[in-house]
């Protein structure tokens, strides 16, 4: 009886440590994660732009992008497929629109067809049980993350807009060829315009990764993720979102927020966060003037 309330005890204690921890550093499995770890990233969707602003009064544009059921479907393991990664898929679709292949695909998974899936690598100790929801505790405020999506379509346009050509003189006999691109061969010999050359094409829809954004604020009733600066593609297009890969270690977010949430942030952690964490830019006041 003895030995079975001291288990109690250190089970509160435990507990009550676990629940006294910052919301923001909250950790699943903290003991397992390493310099080499890798977790999964998301599959959130543009939601457009807005502004906000920090604790100087600074303005920062921020990009909206949310989480709509957003959950793991598939693990791929080193022994079956030859490398290890996570099928993530987001948003979920009717039925009737699925194929039979793939509505028996996500059937063996347990969770609802989705509309989009994408293949996020992981390190073993990163690894999540199939079915998993991903949030958008997942990231912390102050992190840095890159995002990744095709950019908007421009359609056909020319060798200026596409690739930036300053086009012809604006004066001096200059007559119908002002935004014309210019040579784009020789003479005689080689008697061709070599590939690659830039020319008048097709602008846009191409993938796109915009690197080291920096996370300024979470919304955990909403799922809403507000990260600085753009990211491509249109409004609802889906983004890839993970941690940034050039900011690996300490860099990756401030120290008060690391480590960040291994594998994931835990359910009943995230249901006791505030609604909204917001990222603080820290220094002194920018408008103060120097003596």
């Known amino acids: 009886m003895a030995s079975l309330l001291t288990s109690v005890r250190v089970g509160l204690r435990a507990g009550l440590k676990t629940e006294c921890r910052s919301f923001v550093t909250a950790?699943?499995?903290p003991a397992t994660q390493s310099k080499n770890s890798v977790r999964t990233g998301v599959i959130a969707r543009k939601k457009g732009m807005t502004a906000m602003w920090?604790?100087?009064g600074t303005r920062i544009p921020v990009t909206v992008l949310q989480l709509e059921q957003c959950q793991v479907v598939q693990v791929l393991n080193e022994e079956t497929h030859g490398y290890t990664a996570l099928q993530i898929g987001s948003s979920d679709?009717?039925?009737k629109n699925v194929t039979k292949p793939m509505l028996g695909h996500f059937e063996r998974a347990g969770v609802e067809p989705k509309r989009k899936l994408f293949e996020f690598h992981v390190t073993p100790?990163?690894?999540?049980?199939?079915?998993?929801e991903l949030v958008a505790s997942h990231f912390v405020p102050g992190q840095f993350v890159?995002?990744?999506a095709p950019t908007m379509g421009k359609g056909f346009q020319g060798a200026m807009k596409r690739h930036g050509f300053g086009g012809q003189p604006a004066s001096h006999g200059t007559s119908v060829t002002h935004r014309s691109l210019g040579s784009t061969g020789q003479r005689k010999d080689p008697g061709k315009v070599f590939k690659g050359k830039k020319m008048a094409g097709r602008m846009g829809g191409e993938q796109a990764t915009v690197q080291s954004l920096k996370v300024m604020k979470i919304d955990n009733a909403l799922n809403l993720i507000y990260v600085k600066g753009c990211v491509p593609g249109v409004d609802d297009q889906f983004v890839k979102v993970?941690?940034?890969v050039k900011k690996r270690g300490d860099k990756?977010?401030?120290?008060d927020v690391l480590p960040l949430p291994f594998p994931t942030a835990e359910p009943e952690l995230v249901k006791a966060m505030p609604r909204e964490l917001v990222a603080?830019?820290?220094?002194?006041d920018p408008y103060v003037m120097k003596e």
């Open 27 to 29: 950790a699943a499995q």
């Open 54 to 56: 920090d604790e100087w």
């Open 93 to 95: 679709r009717s039925e």
């Open 125 to 132: 100790d990163a690894i999540l049980p199939v079915g998993t």
């Open 146 to 148: 890159d995002c990744s």
């Open 242 to 244: 993970r941690d940034a």
């Open 252 to 255: 990756i977010a401030p120290a």
């Open 280 to 284: 603080k830019t820290g220094g002194s």
